[in-house]
């Protein structure tokens, strides 16, 4: 039961426009929620996160956005640059306020951007 | 600089062996983590540990063992239980297990001969 779901396993876009990934989650409890980067051979490097009482939450040319009722997050990087070519994973937690914060992952997108 | 180190970075396993893989993290933090991560997956938890002499099994933890004798290391064993050991192995660290992010080493990649 894949409780995170990244739909899309490949972006591509041109250097300067928009990058727009997506993720969905099916578990209610989910309360916090982080993006992170990972290059080949390393390990993912924290980007972003939100918590469920907002709905937006910006970092320079990151910003992600929450939909609770649709139970859907994103992930907006603009201007898109060659260097964020990575592998994005969405990632889930229930902890607020429980004795663990287990995350839960998505499949991860790769995201391709052309100079 | 603070960090996360993992090593080896890339280690080879004959069938029938166990294998020990490091983790050591001088961010003293007091929460640590082992993930597995394979080819079009996410990171899946094998054991996390909140504090010193304490760990937990996490989502797939058949066929593996860890210890927490110290804060700032959280070695893996992989055994010749598991079946399928060949992945790429993550170790994360955070404050507490209720703090986020947690941060994460470079990883050791594992493979059978």
């Known amino acids: 039961d894949q409780q995170v779901k990244q739909n899309s396993p490949s972006l591509s876009v041109q250097e300067g426009r928009i990058s727009i990934l997506n993720c969905d989650y099916t578990?209610?409890?989910?309360?916090?929620f982080l993006w992170y980067k990972k290059y080949p051979a390393e390990g993912p490097t924290f980007l972003i996160s939100i918590s469920s009482i907002k709905d937006k939450n910006e970092d320079g040319r990151f910003t992600v956005f929450l939909n609770k009722s649709a139970k859907h997050l994103s992930l907006h990087i603009v201007p898109s640059q060659p260097g964020d070519s990575a592998v994005y994973f969405c990632?889930?937690?229930?902890?607020?306020?429980?004795?663990?914060?287990?995350?839960?992952f998505g499949q991860g997108t790769i995201l391709t951007v052309h100079p | 600089d603070g960090g996360i180190t993992q090593s080896p970075k890339y280690l080879f396993r004959k069938e029938g062996q166990n294998v020990t893989l490091s983790c050591e993290q001088n961010?003293?933090?007091?929460?640590m983590y082992w993930y597995r991560q394979d080819p079009g997956q996410g990171l899946r938890l094998i054991y996390y540990?909140?504090?010193?002499?304490?760990?937990q099994k996490g989502d797939i933890a058949e066929g593996y063992s860890v210890s927490r004798e110290k804060k700032e290391s959280f070695p893996l064993t992989v055994t010749s239980a598991q079946k399928n050991p060949t992945a790429f192995y993550l170790c994360?660290?955070?404050?507490?297990?209720?703090?986020?992010?947690?941060?994460f080493g470079d990883g050791t990649r594992l493979s059978i001969l």
């Open positions: 578990n209610s409890m989910f309360d916090y």
């Open positions: 990632a889930a937690s229930a902890g607020g306020g429980t004795s663990y914060g287990k995350l839960t």
């Open positions: 961010l003293n933090h007091d929460a």
């Open positions: 540990s909140q504090i010193v002499n304490d760990f």
């Open positions: 994360a660290s955070s404050w507490s297990a209720q703090d986020q992010p947690q941060h």
